[in-house]
């Protein structure tokens, strides 16, 4: 595919300015604040930036994570919360560094699981997200418990996964975002100001994921020739 300044596609060209679009269109008519439309905006480029391997993604990253951690708070929704402010706050930093330090050729090494640490991956997910559904059920103000810990349990091992620039933390985004989706779509029907532009905002990254794998997956069998 034809690439233009920078590095980029068509594709991510038209994908970037499609969402973007949208997030102003969704911001006018749904009278979101500016804050919601920037938690929004650097989402979009922090997914598009990490599919690239480009280490501006931990840069947009770190703005998302804190905003998005103030409109998990007003919704109640208090695993993400703490998700994003002890984990991706820190993991930002940590990212960043380690990317900047695994990179031939101004690109980012990319590398892939075996069978076992795929089984090992799907298996920690799933009792993580059982145990820690059952503790966010004991708190009175929680909304979707189980939910709200699968979606923080696969943020947590996609993020480490991404960390250690392995592919498959794209295969678990794919699973995250389809629940995270879900999870929105719950609070909008339950009323929240903020799910609307949220649901959007999770299916472009739903999306991202898939183009992400896609890349990844290129990018791993480069690095094994």
Known sequence: MKTYAGGWNLYELVWLSLFS???????????????GFTVFLTGVLCVVLAAKGNLMTYVFGMYNTLGYAYLAWGNGLF??????????????IIGFVMWKNHRQGGKLTMLQLNKRGLLLVAAVCAAGS?????????IEAQNSPYIDATTTVLSVMATLLMVKRYKEQWLVYIVLNMFTVLLWAIRTAEGSPDGGMMIIMWSAYLINALYGYYTWNKGAKEALQ
């Open 79 to 92: 695993g993400e919360v703490g998700l994003n402010l002890l984990f991706f706050v820190p993991m930002n």
């Open 130 to 138: 059982v145990a820690l559904g059952f503790g966010l059920s004991l």
């Open 21 to 35: 679009g949208m997030a102003i269109v969704l911001t006018v008519l749904m009278k979101d604040t500016l804050f």
